[in-house]
């Protein structure tokens, strides 16, 4: 069964708890928290002090997506913070093999990311040692974009390279993913949905049921 990862992104922040909690409770596998440091992105969102607390109020493991510069300063402590997933980017790393071996000595699974005009084939030597790549389907930033169809091609080659080099790696898709696209998304080779204004808005609990029921064929 394929993994639902909501994307606190577009949550109530006044409110962060309690609509985590219905998220967790109508079934999601993993909470995505984005952290942007208006340098990679042009926008600032969520840090070390607020991932420490929403480890405090929920059981799902956290899964932290770094669009920052320098990733491998802050690394060490959004772990010690409650990560149990991380990912940076790759465009924003000079050092991939050293900061992945570094995450995983410190007790996280291990993930890189990559923009849309970033090719999966950059990926290709760094694969064996990864746990999971995030593929961003919309240019990372803001929640609330479109979903661009040719990532759904980058995903596929991704999956043919998985299957050569890293059977056990989880392929994860962040970006304009709704219950109306995520088929040809999980059709393409996802095993992690992300998806931030299609759970945040309206009835969480509804949400997240509607793509599970489409999560669980795959
Ligand atoms: C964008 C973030 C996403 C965002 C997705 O930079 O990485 O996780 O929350 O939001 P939606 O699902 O609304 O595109
Ligand atoms: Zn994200």
């Known amino acids: 069964m394929a993994l639902l990862a909501p994307s606190i992104l577009s949550a109530n922040f006044a409110c962060l ?13 993993l909470l995505h928290v984005d952290v ?10 969520i840090g070390i002090p ?4 929403i480890r405090k109020v929920t059981e799902l493991p956290l899964d932290i997506h770094l669009m920052i510069v320098e990733p491998e300063r802050y690394i060490p402590d959004f772990i010690r913070a409650g990560a149990d997933w991380i990912s940076f980017h790759f465009e924003a790393a000079v050092h991939h093999h050293r900061i992945v071996e570094r995450i995983k000595e410190l007790g996280a699974k291990a993930g890189v990311v990559i923009n849309p005009s970033t090719p999966v084939s950059f990926l290709e030597e760094i694969l ?7 593929v961003m389907s919309v240019n990372p930033g803001f929640g609330g974009q479109k979903f661009i169809p040719e990532s759904l091609k980058k995903i596929e080659k991704l999956k043919r390279m998985k299957k050569a080099v ?53």
Request: proline share 2%; glycine share 8%.
């Open 128 to 134: 064996p040692f990864l746990d999971f790549v995030l």
């Open 50 to 53: 607020v991932v420490e607390s």
């Open 36 to 45: 942007m440091d208006g340098r990679f992105v042009p926008n600032i969102t």
């Open 17 to 29: 708890k309690r609509d985590i909690r219905e998220a967790e409770e109508a079934g999601a596998d």
């Open 166 to 218: 890293n059977r056990e790696l989880l392929i994860e898709v962040d970006g304009g993913i709704k219950v109306e696209n995520v088929d040809s998304v999980l059709k393409a080779g996802a095993d992690v949905i992300v998806a931030g204004s299609a759970i945040f808005r309206g009835s969480i609990s509804d949400n997240v049921k509607a793509f599970k029921e489409v999560l669980k064929n795959y």
